[in-house]
């Protein structure tokens, strides 16, 4: 059991990575939030919870297979602000510039679907 909390552990801390610390240092280089700290600013502190955090894109053309990371380029959930619950997502441009795709839009479905 401790081995899979630990490896839970790892895939969370992971996903929080986006596309990498290269690609979230272009971005803070751009004077732009990567889409987690978009988040952060915009939600009441401690009340994000995020939906498919470990989804993973199913593209094996152009080596496809070979650039996966979780999220697939796109951070959905709930939350609140000022106490208001809301469903947000952000693209993550870390990950292929948030470009939309199959499992990117499922996301999108899934969160409009739960409200």
């Known amino acids: 059991m401790l081995k899979k909390l630990k ?56 080596d496809m297979d070979k650039k996966k990371v979780f999220g697939d380029g796109v951070i959905t959930g709930f939350g609140t602000i000022d106490g208001r619950p809301v469903a947000v997502f952000a693209q993550d441009f870390t990950f292929m510039g948030g470009s939309l795709g199959e499992m990117h839009a499922k996301k999108y479905v899934k969160l409009w679907i739960w409200l």
């Open 7 to 62: 490896n839970l552990k790892k895939m969370m801390e992971q996903a929080k990575l986006g596309g990498g610390i290269e690609a979230i240092e272009a971005q803070h280089k751009k004077g732009k939030l990567t889409a987690r700290e978009r988040l952060e600013k915009l939600l009441d502190p401690n009340t994000f919870i995020e939906l498919n955090q470990f989804v993973t894109h199913h593209c094996v053309e152009f």
